[in-house]
């Protein structure tokens, strides 16, 4: 069984920055993709960035140049810093993950971490 982790979420205030943090944890073969998306409420699930296991990224146009996806994969960890924040911002964070685990690969969520960007 794989489990993802979340953490880092907070209150900031507008032009401030926080830093997300997502472990990985397990029987892991081996970690695809790994991405963060965003939620806010009465709105769907969003795409906010993503990288792949060969570094490869992609953004959301929203973020682009205000957020930065990276990954330690030694630690099966994925981070995603976010500077310039916006009120819009506000949302419940999940990291994503594609994973080979156990001779299967399956996509795993954690469980939300709550940014709120607020003076």
């Known amino acids: 069984q794989v489990q993802l982790v979340d953490s880092g979420g907070g209150l900031v205030q507008p032009g401030g920055s926080l830093r997300l943090s997502c472990a990985a944890s397990g029987t892991i073969f081996s970690i695809y993709t790994m991405a963060w998306y965003r939620q806010a409420p009465g709105k769907q699930r969003e795409l906010v960035a993503q990288?792949?296991?060969?570094?490869?990224?992609k953004y959301q146009d929203s973020v682009k140049g205000r957020f930065t996806i990276s990954r330690d994969n030694a630690k099966n960890t994925v981070y995603l810093q976010m500077n310039s924040l916006k009120p819009e911002d506000t949302a419940v964070y999940l990291c994503?993950?594609?994973?080979?685990?156990?001779?299967?690969?399956?996509?795993?969520w954690g469980q939300g971490t709550q940014v709120t960007v607020s003076s």
């Open positions: 994503f993950a594609t994973v080979w685990s156990s001779g299967i690969i399956d996509d795993y």
């Open positions: 990288i792949t296991n060969g570094g490869s990224t």
